[in-house]
């Protein structure tokens, strides 16, 4: 029986894609109102996607956060054409970030289904490849940050997801075994795969859309659920009740 479930954060628990699409065009636009219009319309998406990959460099431990926040930062200002020494990362980050956490929010379904699983006895807690301090400032800005009994992130734990020492680490300090533990998340690799090749059960979250047919043929065939909702995990952990 599953006696506890972890979950993702970013785009699980509250919409980080929106707030930073809109954050990293208003930063934008404040800083470099000369760059090229269209791409200042772009530059949240640009820097969400991160096409240079410097947030897995930072979830498999190869730099830490500051050093891939600038990263992107210098990819982003490069893209636009525009300096991004030090004082222009500095002011893009005055910009950014305010705009970030005010756009912040918790999808609708988090309190509620968090709520029915710690009634039932169900442990809960997050396991994000973000930073602790980042996570802590997401929860607060979203109203969650009272709801789960342990947040992980990548720095507290020295490794990221899909690593499994990052999955069984979360299930130590959640008090619980792996194989008794469900994982939620959005992203397929890191979430559902990874978990599943950790030895948890596994749920792929996919709130919009269609789900990717490569991919939802790959989570099926592992025989992991694809799940619209949390609002849907009761059911997984406690099916009958």
């Known amino acids: 029986m599953l006696e506890a479930v972890l979950l993702d954060a970013d785009d699980t628990l509250y919409d980080t894609r929106t707030a930073m699409h809109r954050a990293g065009a208003s930063a934008s636009t404040a800083l470099w109102p000369d760059a090229d219009p269209e791409r200042l319309a772009g530059a949240g998406v640009r820097f969400r996607d991160d096409p240079e990959g410097h947030f897995a460099a930072y979830a498999r431990g190869e730099v830490e956060f500051a050093e891939m926040r600038r990263a992107r930062l210098a990819e982003l200002a490069t893209w636009l054409g525009r300096s991004h020494d030090a004082a222009a990362l ?3 980050d005055d910009a950014y970030e305010p705009a970030f956490l005010a756009a912040m929010e918790a999808f609708d379904d988090v309190r ?5 699983l710690r009634e039932a006895g169900v442990s809960v807690g997050v396991l994000t490849n973000s930073s602790k301090e980042y996570t802590r400032a997401k929860l607060a800005a979203s109203g969650l940050e009272d709801l789960f009994d342990v947040v992980c992130s990548r720095d507290t734990l020295g490794f990221g997801k899909p690593d499994a020492r990052a999955f069984h680490e979360a299930c130590r300090r959640l008090g619980s075994e792996p194989s008794a533990t469900l994982y939620v998340g959005d992203e397929v690799a890191t979430d559902p795969i990874g978990a599943a090749d950790a030895g948890l059960a596994a749920a792929w979250l996919v709130r919009d859309g269609v789900p990717d047919e490569g991919s939802r043929r790959i989570v099926e065939g592992r025989g992991i659920p694809v799940v619209r ?3 849907e995990l009761f059911a997984l952990v406690r099916p009958g009740a």
């Open 229 to 231: 909702s949390l609002g």
């Open 112 to 116: 509620p289904a968090v709520r029915a």
């Open 90 to 92: 500095g002011a893009f």
